[in-house]
């Protein structure tokens, strides 16, 4: 059999190929339809009969508070003294003024509880609000949602430590350092989706804090990587278009040499306009002196145009 037979089987029944997946996806799809309806009342009842084997009730309760305690304590901590404290000492700069240009993807990230649905927030408070250059941002940021967990490894660490205290295992500090190491290493493979990182039975709650803290974190470390590098970067050509630029066109018209400042102009349709070198001849208006062919004191230059 050549091989143009065989190919030309094979695309003879690709059909039947086709529709075994399609059939395939479709009976996935319904079983999990099936599983994820039914699982509320599978956890609850799993719940259910743990709270019923649970000879102190109130003893459990307050240890749970107890827990709930050390867990938010440790993400203030590293909330607000940690991540700044490196920034500061990192950058030279007021960790307030961090935190402020990034209220915004904060609050997006609170309200989602998603590290990936807060990632194009994150990047435009970077960029706009904090001036951080956007090659760096887009490398780092989309990085850093993925294997960035910071609130994920502190919360499964002390999980860990709270379900051993439970059934009455004590830890020596060796197990407790290998318990926050292999927390950490847990939190980069954890999808960054609401409770992506399970350790034992978690609280809704919990993800809006983590992921509030994950987000930070890669901001800071964003910020962090441009200052040490901003020096060994080239210029952003996709941000300041030239003539070798794809994205910019050449706009040809009468611009007055005096609405000109610092090479730039803006209309007011919001379009920046970038004149070229060499090319606008600089007029007066005041004494009547003309620039270009028509003598009203108007530069006709070609001019490169992005939008800003």
Request: charged share 15%; hydrophobic share 45%.
């Amino acid at each position: 059999m050549t091989p143009s037979r065989i190919t030309s089987y094979m695309y003879a029944i690709r059909s039947y190929y086709i529709d075994f997946f399609a059939v395939l996806d479709q009976v996935s799809m319904r079983i999990i339809g099936w599983v994820m309806w039914y699982s509320p009342v599978g956890i609850a009842s799993l719940i259910a009969a743990k709270v019923l084997e649970v000879e102190d009730l109130g003893d459990t309760i307050s240890r749970l508070g107890l827990f709930c305690i050390t867990v938010m304590t440790g993400f203030a901590i590293h909330f607000l003294i940690t991540l700044p404290l490196i920034y500061m000492l990192t950058t030279r700069k007021n960790p307030l003024h961090f935190c402020k240009g990034m209220l915004q993807a904060i609050t997006v990230a609170f309200g989602t509880a998603s590290s990936a649905a807060t990632l194009p927030t994150t990047i435009s408070c970077l960029e706009q609000n904090l001036g951080v250059d956007r090659r760096v941002c887009r490398f780092v940021l989309p990085v850093g949602a993925t294997i960035n967990m910071d609130g994920s490894a502190m919360y499964e660490a002390v999980a860990t430590v709270f379900i051993a205290q439970m059934v009455g295992r004590s830890l020596s500090l060796g197990q407790v350092v290998v318990i926050s190491f292999t927390s950490t290493l847990a939190s980069i493979g954890a999808a960054s989706i609401p409770s992506g990182a399970l350790v034992a039975m978690s609280i809704g709650s919990w993800d809006r804090f983590r992921t509030s803290i994950n987000v930070l974190g890669d901001a800071y470390g964003a910020a962090i990587v441009y200052h040490h590098c901003r020096e060994h970067l080239s210029p952003d050509r996709s941000a300041t278009a030239d003539d070798d630029s794809p994205n910019g066109f050449a706009v040809s018209g009468a611009v007055s040499s005096k609405s000109i400042k610092n090479g730039h102009l803006i209309t007011r349709d919001g379009l920046k306009i970038v004149a070229k070198k060499n090319q606008i001849d600089q007029s007066d208006g005041n004494d009547g002196s003309s620039a270009g062919s028509d003598g009203r004191g108007d530069a006709r230059p070609l001019v490169q145009s992005e939008y800003p």
